[in-house]
């Protein structure tokens, strides 16, 4: 199969996970592209106050953010093949537990990736996903597999 596949990557931004599933995806040569949400954690959080005006409340500005937020995560999420989701030590990571909701309710195939120790809190979560993993060279595995058939 030659059609590139797009895998959308989501959830903690405190470690190279996304780099270390790029670099396996390019050492394995499949043909993916990796989109995901805006890493920069300001940008992220100012995008909606720097491009629709300042707001007077902490709670309005972190409102406008994320609704501009969601409109780019949400088109690219619906666009992607595969949907991955890491949660990080702090599994309280609220954004990636709405992107797994999300492609779960679309239908979107989804990969949790989390340490083992965070089964139990993320079972739910592990329920709505096609296959959990616990490392990133085992989501390179899995797009092998499901690209290749091997």
Not at 63 to 84: E, F, P, Q, T, W
């Amino acid at each position: 199969m030659n059609t590139d596949w797009t895998i959308y990557l989501s959830g903690e931004i405190h470690s190279d996970w996304r780099e270390q599933i790029r670099e396996g995806a390019k050492q394995a040569d499949l043909p993916v592209n990796f989109v995901g949400p805006v890493t920069d954690h300001e940008a992220s959080d100012d995008c909606g106050v720097r491009i629709l005006g300042e707001e007077d409340k902490p709670f309005w500005k972190d409102h406008k953010g994320a609704k501009v937020n969601a409109i780019r995560n949400r088109v690219l999420m619906d666009r992607a093949d595969v949907v991955v989701v890491r949660f990080g030590e702090k599994y309280r990571q609220w954004n990636a537990a709405f992107d797994a909701g999300y492609a779960a309710a679309k239908g979107i195939p989804l990969i949790v990736l989390h340490d083992p120790e965070h089964t139990h809190a993320l079972k739910e979560v592990d329920a709505a996903a096609q296959a959990v993993a616990e490392r990133p060279d085992q989501v390179v595995e899995l797009l092998r597999y499901l690209i290749e058939q091997r």
